[in-house]
Structure formats: C-alpha cells, structure tokens
C-alpha cells in the first residue's frame, strides 16, 4: 500500500494542528489556578477567612448561557444600625477576574439582598462574602455547571 502524500496530508495536518490551537484558546480561561479564588477572597477581607452561613447565593446549578447569568446573595441580618450588612462582595473560580461584583450596604437598605446578572467563563465555583457591621466575614460557595462558555480571552 501506498503511504499517503501530497496536498490533502498537507491539508489534514494544517486542519488537526488548527484545531488543536482553537481548542487551547477556548479552555485557556478554565485553567487557572484553583487557590486564586481564596486568594481574591483573602484580599478583600485583609486575611480573615471567613465563616460559612448566614448568606445564601441563590443561582441556577445548571445555566445554558454563561453570558448572562442571573444571581441573587441575600444575608441573614437583622439590619439594625447596631447590627447590620456592610459590603457583600462576590467571587468566581475560573473567570480572568476573579473579583466579579461588590456591593457596599448601611442599616437603611432595609434588607441584606442584591441581584444581578454575570458572565461566567465556563463550569466553576462562586463565593459570596458578607462583611458585617462587627468585623465579621460569612460567606456561601456555590458550584455551577455552564453549558455554553462566555468571556472567552480576546473579545472586544
């Protein structure tokens, strides 16, 4: 048998080699570093590790589209001015920035809930963090499936 030359190996072999490069690109945001997100979370709470409870990370398990994912992060608070919610901030495993939102908060907000929509790279781990009046730092990690990848690196 006759091995295979000419301009369709060629063309195969510049095809595999393509598409070996695009699939490096698209799973590039999803290899980072695991312990980054602990890290992001160790910066804004200046080295307290905080305790899980009290905030509650309301987002689907399974999400068909990460470019516009719906989350809610309500806090257990009585929110009195002696006792109150005074940042929520909320972190991602996998996206090139891991600081995803923040959310400053006094006793007159009334109730310890904020909403609104991310981007989620692909399949990863979300933390919310509250900061409370006393010092205080609760947090909820929760771990999301995407089927559908958004921020991907090079979007304008």
């Known amino acids: 048998m006759l091995a295979k030359t000419g301009p369709n ?3 195969r072999r510049l095809l595999a080699g393509s598409a070996a ?3 490096t690109i698209l799973v590039r945001p999803a290899a980072a570093a695991p ?3 602990a890290a992001a979370v160790q910066a804004w709470t200046g080295g307290i590790k905080p305790t899980p409870g009290r905030v509650k ?3 689907a398990s399974l999400v068909d589209n ?3 994912v719906p989350i809610t992060v309500s ?3 009585a929110m009195t001015a002696a006792d109150h919610v005074a940042a929520i901030a909320i972190f991602n495993e996998r996206n090139p920035q891991r600081d995803v939102a923040r959310f400053a908060l006094g006793p007159r907000a009334g109730r310890a809930k904020v909403s609104t929509r991310i981007r989620l790279a692909t399949s990863q781990k979300l933390t919310a963090v509250a900061k409370m009046s006393d010092g205080s730092y609760w947090s909820d990690t929760v ?3 995407v089927t559908l990848a958004a ?3 090079g979007e304008s």
Do not use: Q
Request: a negative charge; aromatic letters at 4%.
């Open 66 to 68: 990460g470019n516009a």
């Open 143 to 145: 771990d999301v499936v």
């Open 57 to 59: 990370f309301d987002i």
């Open 151 to 153: 921020c991907i690196e």
């Open 75 to 77: 806090v257990d608070s």
């Open 21 to 23: 490069l695009g699939a």
């Open 35 to 37: 312990d980054e997100l």
């Open 9 to 11: 190996l060629k063309r």
